[in-house]
Nanobody
Framework: QVQLVESGGGLVQAGGSLRLSCAAS????????MGWFRQAPGKEREFVAG????????YYADSVKGRFTISRDNAKNTVYLQMNSLKPEDTAVYYC?????????????????WGQGTQVTVSS
């Protein structure tokens, strides 16, 4: 079991940056593959980025590749999403998720635990 709490969302102008954090409870954080998803109003939840348990492998949706960076600090039980060159279409609620699997999943059902979400709004 793990509890996840996202933070760092807010309002930013197009072209700006935000850094999201996801803090996990417990002492087994390094056992989980971690991912970020987002959901805009009226749209399905979509995969954004994932990182394996050690932090040595990452995977990104094409829509954010080159702009977003996922990372983790297992000593701090925290995963991050650095978002640069933000666009209005990045506006969504962003969720972090933890998976007990071995691979980075790109669908929500691959993840076992979810945070409450944090709102990111990018103005034009």
């Amino acid at each position: 079991q793990v509890q996840l709490v996202e933070s760092g969302g807010g309002l930013v102008q197009a072209g700006g940056s935000l850094r999201l954090s996801c803090a996990a409870s417990g002492r087994t954080f390094s056992n989980y593959v971690m991912g970020w998803f987002r959901q805009a109003p009226g749209k399905e939840r979509e995969f954004v980025a994932g990182v394996n348990r050690s932090g040595g492998s990452t995977y990104y949706a094409d829509s954010v590749k080159g702009r977003f960076t996922i990372s983790r600090d297992n000593a701090k039980n925290t995963v991050y999403l650095q978002m640069n060159s933000l666009k209005p279409e990045d506006t969504a609620v962003y969720y972090c998720a933890a998976s007990v699997g071995l691979r980075i999943g790109v669908v929500g059902r691959a993840y076992n635990y979810w945070g409450q979400g944090t709102q990111v709004t990018v103005s034009s």
